[in-house]
């Protein structure tokens, strides 16, 4: 490992002399790094100012907002790796105190298991990983503990939402996204806790899903997880089914179980042979009857762009590049991306901007991979943008229409927790974290790599 090291190391050195003219980098990466830190400290004092101790800041009616009625501190459990990347050691020690002495998931209302689980698990997990205070994995085996009635459906496929003091359940019609994105961080936890419940529960909910796959190798938007029934047939990798791909490649990466490898390859082969559509010369991927493979739409949008960074990850870089570049054409082409359009008539379908993080996802991922110089470039095209067209005085905020500017009122946690942070790896340095050590959970959680 040593010896490794240092071959490594000694490459490191050398590789810029190799690297091809137009792959060179021409943009000051320090400068932006350091815009991205102070914008990300923006954000983070209007949510201070205004917002304390709740989920998400308002920024324009400059007040707080929790999810589910009381706090369960949103914004900080998301923040707080990124602010350790930052190395901003005032901040995170704030930040830790403020959810060590405040967090508490022991309340009587009704959670969506999916956003809770990569929003907390994730982010409690990552903050125990990277700050090594054991009272992270303690809330994170507390809440844990409060999810596993989730799956407790006929098919071991998780309902929707579940009640975190008496684990009821609610609705029954879930998603493969919803579904299949809780592998890292219920792995995860079984790894540091000895407990291999979570494990399999979340292991079993993904296979169920796979299982159920059009016999073309599709799956479709929403299933029954007591009849396993599938409701909505359409298949694509827009929201609903997007981050189910996303975790089987990672799952395997993460984990080791060669088991999501084999659904990872087959199932990624089946997207890649329905879904993809070229108009002018540009790669899109639509959506197609999961049965047929029959064209049913030709939209795309922000959540979509996460392929290219997947894509990447699996060693497919010609595709993921060939995705970004229209990615990032979606991007240019509206002045800022909306959550989705029609790629065949460019007539937006629905115009807000969110403050996603996918674009800027894939970049870093690609630019990881490549070195080409033009991923940073879009980075920086991507943080003016932002800056400019959602940046207040009191933070940021999602626009309601990227073309008039219409102004929404609500700084998301994922903009703390996976856009800046997204940004600010792009431009950083590589040794703020080393790439292939961890896994990013779909919220930018990273996730260490042991078993290798």
């Known amino acids: 490992m040593i010896k490794f090291s240092l071959l490594l190391a000694a490459f490191l050195i050398i590789a810029p002399s190799i690297v091809p003219r137009n792959k060179r980098m021409t943009i000051d990466k320090e400068k932006y ?15 201070k100012k205004y917002a304390w101790g709740h989920d998400e800041l308002k920024p324009v009616s400059k007040s707080g907002f929790d999810w589910y009625g009381s706090s369960f501190y949103m914004t900080p459990v998301d923040a707080f790796d990124t602010m350790l990347l930052m190395g901003l050691k005032d901040e995170a020690a704030e930040t830790k105190e403020l959810i060590l002495n405040n967090l508490n ?21 990552s903050a125990f990983e990277f700050d090594g205070d054991k009272r992270f994995l303690t809330l994170a085996e507390d809440l844990g503990k409060r999810l596993l009635p989730a799956f407790n459906s006929k098919t071991g496929m998780p309902y929707v939402n579940v009640n975190l003091k008496t684990g009821e359940t609610r609705n029954e019609v879930n998603n493969p996204a919803e579904i299949g994105t ?6 995860t936890l079984s790894r540091l806790t000895g407990n291999s419940i979570y494990y399999d529960k979340a292991k079993n ?4 899903v796979y299982k159920r796959r059009s016999k073309i190798g599709l799956v479709g938007t929403t299933i029954n997880v007591n009849t396993g029934e599938w409701q909505d047939t359409e298949s694509h990798i827009s929201g609903m089914i997007d981050s189910y791909y996303e975790y089987l490649l990672k799952s395997w990466l993460l984990l080791g179980d060669n088991d999501f490898k084999v659904m990872y390859d087959s199932s990624i082969a089946a997207v890649n042979h329905f879904l993809p559509d070229t108009v002018d010369n540009r790669l899109w991927y639509g959506k197609v009857d999961m049965n047929t493979g029959q064209r049913t739409n030709t939209t795309f949008g922000a959540l979509d762009a ?18 970004q570049e229209s990615c990032f054409f979606m991007w240019k082409h509206f002045g800022i991306e909306p959550e989705e359009f029609n790629y065949k008539t460019m007539q937006v379908a629905y115009p807000q901007y969110v403050l996603r993080p996918e674009n800027m996802e894939s970049a870093y991922y690609l630019y990881h991979f490549t070195k080409n110089d033009k991923y940073l470039k879009m980075g920086e095209v991507y943080l003016k943008s932002i800056m400019d067209k959602c940046r207040l005085d009191e933070g940021y905020t999602s626009l309601q229409n990227v073309s008039t500017r219409e102004k929404g009122d609500k700084m998301p946690s994922f903009f703390l927790a996976e856009t800046l942070k997204y940004l600010y790896l792009l431009f950083s340095d590589e040794n703020v974290l080393d790439f292939n050590s961890v896994i990013f959970n779909t919220e930018a959680h990273p996730l260490k790599i042991v078993f290798r």
């Open 182 to 187: 809780l592998m890292l961080e219920f792995g």
């Open 105 to 125: 998931f022991d309340q009587d209302v009704f959670v969506q298991n999916f956003e809770i689980t990569i929003r907390f698990l994730g982010g409690l997990l």
């Open 33 to 47: 790094a350091q815009i991205v830190k102070a914008e990300f400290l923006h954000a983070w004092d209007a949510y």
């Open 205 to 208: 909910a993904v296979q169920q």
């Open 306 to 323: 996460f392929l290219p960074a997947v894509l990447s990850l699996g060693r497919d870089l010609k595709r993921a590049e060939d995705l």
